[in-house]
């Protein structure tokens, strides 16, 4: 038996004597990590180490969320020093938490706004290098196959012709959508934006639990019609496929933002990659066609090709909605936990629903009733109603719940599960009264 | 424990000190890399937000949210039909290639088990390309019929996927236990007057069920536990896709995921120990080694064309995501066509320059876990099946519960439990690559064990009391008598082992500290997150497939060596 502990002691020393001497922190290395994806990170790594002979660039990939979950784990003995993402809320939550350092970056040239947003924090933590906007992507094939018309606003999502044919990335899983969801319920208000999303919601093929989930659904054909930021539908045109895209007023333009990780261990590094990407050089690696992202400096666009586009010059791009952070923030776990509940995991209740107005609808257009008009009007509006109002959301019994901290009011789960009751009940409510409708009208 | 006569019998003392040692020592590997990680971050679920204080109350509000039940319900009914599905799929591969003279068993076998090695997203992206509601199949049907199958959809949708990921469990086992009975059983009921199916049915599936128990009782907690083909399929309403959800949403520092995970455990723990009660009824240790197997078979004509059609059309079901992994991988646009739009090597071109570190790692991290496996699981099941040792059985089950802890705990808990350690250079220990080996060898050593242990229980205990008494000490009939008899199975365990710990993700993610450490699975993340890196990063998985195969082909053909030269000592 002694041999035996033998085998397994000598297994875990040999593991231990083939240790590799290993990626020794060298000097001149910069540790990045980002949430973008190779094709993005690699020209930039490429450009910034000509630039800057003798320092290597170390991109590690994760998710924004796993990367934000990251840094706080290891905070304790920090070995990055750049964090480099899309979503201006992760690097709001980095901030809340003490992982950002403050910095006032040297580049000239570049906007102090871009869309209706400020591109840096105002507390100096973290800098937008470029800028990105909401909008629809759609699949050219599976459009004409299915003879979807081409859309133009979120409303026209909601058209009966689109049913089946959207998808969309579930905001709690993604912060590029769940700033796309803010920016409709900013700029339509909380009942007429949530209105709105559940009736386009009615039509969702699928929800995906990733933000990438969606363009690629699009790109393969799977879906018609996504609802996702510029720079994957740009790439995916610049790679080949046959989508296109198109800016909704209703948008807003956020940028992409930068930020050194306090206790960097190279902050000089840090601060030299920062200087890069805010430097013209660094500015138009943004156009190259794998990345197609807006750059923040507005003298770029002089090298960009003819249809790009130019929210510096286009005043309709992002302008409309004003976008307010301190509202966005204050309700960012209730909208997100709202649209789970109400939304993803009543999907099929809500489609059911929807189809059922639909048909209705598409009966009334033939003969018309009244009575059946004022009964999907009913139903209608039980799809639209909501368990909060947008003060409750943001109040202390409804977002104290979400806060990881004991409150007095009601527990997360108990909401959670008063919230997907209410819409289950009211969706079936509104299936029937819809079969109604469409019964009388025939 | 109920006692039966056919209980195993142990030596006559209760345990010898090596083996109490033994016992200890993996005790605390398991507490060390295990239970200590996985607690950090799993108490939550027993505390009360803000306060931490202890609390049940978590647990209540999960039974009575009516999300969380649904989600229980779907889960189990997956589970379990896909167990049946797996079942339909391995029974006919297993018992015709290891019965019958069948020309090709071994690539059949190897191809067989490919299934298994599904790169993540790149082998979702080819799925959704050929089964999708607008991939080839529905494109071409919708062309010529006019119909629409929903092979992706809904839970079937998730059972029938995930039956052609997971069968290779029941396969490998299954297989590795058939070869592992006796000729002489089978001549003896021959010569009592018993054939055909009635001789399967009583004699070589008998037989045989501890490889099957052991593979089944796997996809069940495997499937129950997965989350990756639900979230491919968007199928949320599961328990594993729930807990994931919430545990990796920014924001939600609520209870509920850890909930969730608790129960996956308790779940994955009773499954495991109801299939070892299952089995313990009965005694399938047959005395006489030596014979190579069940005699082979010649196939009459007839028999022969219905054989190589019912394999050729389950390996054509089976491998068709690895044709479109291929395809996706030489394809220049592929967009809602039957096939790509044009073809090109430019993929793998790109690959080859820029990731072959990936490739060497995936292979130095899959082994070395695969090696720490196999250790692992012989000891354990020697331990649970031949000695006395009291509690023997929770290393069992603690070592199978890493199957239901979700990877990104796992890598949580890592990070928490080793980034304060610093080593004498001063960089944090969970930055050693070292640390992404031990969390691949903890995620997939129930692969392993569940094999060991079957293998252990078809060998006699009367082989090792007659070295016993010839004078042999007991570490020299293990490593003389037990070890070469259960080789079938423990290589059986490495490959199961190797195969999925070569595409493991979520808990890598977590752990990777820089790019030169990185294995292939992150390196296909990395690609897959882009329009212009899916090419590249079906290329990288088409690699990790054959790099997987070719490893799970040279086992195999070790196994059938050694079977051949056992048979003819014989």
Known sequence: MQRRSFVLASTLGLSGALLAPGARAQAGKVTVVTSFSKDVTDPFKAAFEKAMPGVTLDVQNRNTNAGVKYLEETRGNNQVDVFWASAPDAFEVLKSKGLLQRYTPKATGIAPRVGSMPTNDPDGQYFGFAASGYGIMWNERYARANRLPAPKEWGDLALPVFHDHVAIAAPSRSGTTHLTIETMLQGDGWDQGWRLLKAMAGNFRTITERSFGVPEAVNSGQVGVGIVIDFFAFSAQASGFPVKFVYPTVTTIVPANVGIVTRAPNTAGAQAFVEFLLSPAGQAVLLEPGIRRLPVNPEIYAQAPADYPNPFKDPSLGARVRFDVDVSEKRTAVVDTLFDQLITFQLDALKAATRAIQAAEAALEKKDNAAARSLVREARDLIAAMPVSEAEASGPAVAGAFGGQRAEGPRQAELEQAWAAFARERYARARDKAQEAARLAR | ?570
């Open chain 2, 1 to 570: 424990m109920s006692a039966t006569l056919s209980r195993p019998r142990a030596g006559r003392r209760a345990f010898t000190p090596g083996q109490a040692a033994l016992a200890i020592a993996i005790a605390l590997f398991l507490a060390a890399f295990l239970i200590l990680p996985v607690a950090t971050v799993m108490y939550v679920a027993f505390t009360e937000p803000g306060s931490g204080a202890f609390t049940l109350v978590n647990v209540w509000d999960a039974f009575r949210t009516e999300l969380f039940v649904r989600s229980f319900l779907n889960s189990l009914y997956v589970s379990a039909a896909t167990v049946l599905l797996a079942s339909l799929f391995a029974l006919p591969l297993a018992y015709i290639t290891v019965r019958f003279h069948f020309r090709g068993a071994l690539l059949i076998q190897t191809l067989g088990f490919l299934p298994l090695i599904m790169p993540p997203f790149a082998g979702a992206v080819a799925m959704q390309l050929l089964f999708g509601r607008n991939g080839t199949v529905n494109l071409l049907l919708g062309d010529w019929a006019g119909i629409n199958i929903p092979f992706m959809e809904g839970l079937n949708g998730v059972v029938f996927v995930q039956a052609v990921h997971y069968f290779p469990f029941i396969l490998v086992n299954l297989s590795a236990a058939l070869r592992n009975i006796d000729s002489a059983m089978e001549e003896a009921a021959q010569n009592l007057g018993s054939s055909g199916f009635r001789l399967f049915r009583r004699i070589v599936f008998p037989l045989a069920l501890p490889g099957y128990v052991a593979g089944a009782s796997l996809v069940f907690v495997k499937v129950f536990d997965d989350l990756a083909t639900p979230l491919l399929l968007n199928v949320k309403e599961m328990l594993a896709p729930q807990a994931y959800l919430r545990i990796t949403s920014i924001g939600l520092a609520d209870p509920m995921g850890y909930v969730i995970s608790v129960v996956l455990i308790v779940v994955s723990v009773l499954a495991m120990w109801l299939s070892a009660r299952a089995i313990r009824r009965g005694d399938y240790a047959t005395v006489q080694r030596g014979g190579g197997g069940l005699a082979r078979r010649r196939l009459g004509p007839g028999q022969a064309a219905l054989a190589y059609g019912t394999v050729g059309l389950i390996l054509a079901l089976v491998l068709a995501p690895h044709l479109g992994l291929l395809l996706l991988s030489l394809a220049t646009i592929w967009s809602f066509s039957p096939l790509p739009d044009g073809f090109t090597l430019a993929h793998y071109a790109r690959v080859f320059s820029d990731s072959s570190a990936y490739i060497w790692n995936t292979v130095t991290y899959a082994s070395l876990a695969a090696l720490i496996d196999v250790v692992l699981g012989t000891a354990i099941a020697y331990l649970v099946l031949r000695t006395r040792l009291v509690g023997r059985e929770w290393l069992d089950w603690t070592a199978s519960a890493a199957l239901a802890v979700p990877g990104v705990v796992l890598g949580i808990g890592y990070l928490r439990s080793f980034y304060g350690v610093t080593l004498p250079d001063g960089r944090p220990l969970a930055s050693l690559w070292l640390v992404i080996v031990l969390a691949l060898a903890i995620r997939r050593l129930p692969y392993a064990l569940r094999a060991c242990h079957a293998a252990l229980q078809q060998i006699s205990v009367s082989l090792e009391e007659a070295a016993e008494n010839l004078g042999a000490s007991k570490g020299r009939t293990v490593r003389r008598i037990v070890v070469p008899l259960m080789a079938g199975g423990i290589l059986a365990g490495f490959i199961s082992s190797f195969a999925t710990a070569a595409v493991e993700l979520s808990a890598t993610l977590m752990l990777v500290q820089s790019n030169a450490d990185a294995p292939l699975a992150y390196g296909l993340y990395v690609f897959m997150q882009s329009a212009a890196g899916r090419g590249p990063g079906a290329a990288l998985g088409v690699i990790a497939v054959i790099l997987v195969g070719a490893c799970t082909f040279l086992s195999h053909l070790v196994i059938e060596r050694s079977q051949r030269t056992r048979g003819r000592q014989a």
